[in-house]
């Protein structure tokens, strides 16, 4: 079946580590989003990609990086400079790319917990 | 920029009652509107979404929301609530050639026998 496949779906890390979150999609659709849910606070913007070889910070990009070296691939990296890196995250994807009109679908989730 | 609020952290409600789940939004021209779910530990999914056109938009589950521009609403509601329901609802904003959605802070719905 065609989906989203995030991995691990739970982690746990010492602090001043990095981190990589794995997301694959295999929807063929061209863009790519990170989201992170901290309980009350909804889901907020890291990063996305509308191309492949392209992404744009989101509204909380710092301690993060990326990486769309392939379309159906689109790795999620904490850094030991985010500060409170403990939280759950969501990638997604649309079919269009350029426009945020389309349904976004999401993966399970990845459950981050600094040690 | 766009925003949505959902002024409702909390709801609870009886089985078979009905559900209204409050949501606002700003954005200076037509906005895309979207209602997701999620149950604990989980992704989001859609429950319905507005383009344009017909206000009144049904979705799955038994769901539906209707888009009131003059009240820059776009409200969800449920004749009956099954116990199944429970879990938490996003109202998402979105726009053509705006970057992402952007969400609301959620709503958690209790669902009581």
């Known amino acids: 079946d065609g989906g989203i496949t995030q991995s691990p779906k739970y982690l746990f890390r010492k602090e001043g580590q990095n981190v990589t979150l794995s997301c694959e999609q295999n929807l063929n659709h061209d863009a790519m989003y990170w989201y992170r849910q901290d309980p009350g606070q909804g889901l907020r913007l890291i990063y996305y990609?509308?191309?492949?070889?392209?992404?744009q910070k989101g509204d909380i990009a710092e301690g993060y990086s990326v990486s769309r070296e392939k379309k159906e691939s689109f790795p999620l990296t904490v850094t030991s400079a985010q500060k409170n890196p403990t939280a759950f995250y969501l990638c997604a994807s649309s079919k269009n790319s350029g426009s945020s009109s389309g349904e976004l679908f999401f993966g399970e989730g990845s459950r981050l917990t600094v040690l | 920029a766009q925003s949505v609020t959902q002024p409702d952290i909390h709801i609870t409600v009886s089985e078979g009652a009905s559900l209204e789940l409050r949501c606002n939004y700003s954005?200076?021209?037509?906005?895309?509107l979207f209602w997701y779910v999620q149950s604990p530990g989980q992704g989001l999914q859609l429950l319905l979404k507005y383009f344009s056109g017909d206000t009144l938009v049904q979705g799955i589950k038994g769901f539906e929301a209707e888009f009131k521009r003059s009240q820059s609403s776009f409200n969800l509601r449920k004749p009956s609530v099954h116990w199944s329901d429970a879990a938490e609802y996003f109202c998402?904003?979105?726009?053509?050639?705006?970057?992402?959605?952007?969400f609301g802070s959620g709503t958690r719905l209790q669902v009581q026998p």
């Open positions: 990609s509308q191309i492949v070889n392209d992404f």
């Open positions: 954005y200076g021209a037509t906005p895309y």
């Open positions: 998402a904003v979105g726009a053509t050639g705006r970057r992402a959605l952007t």
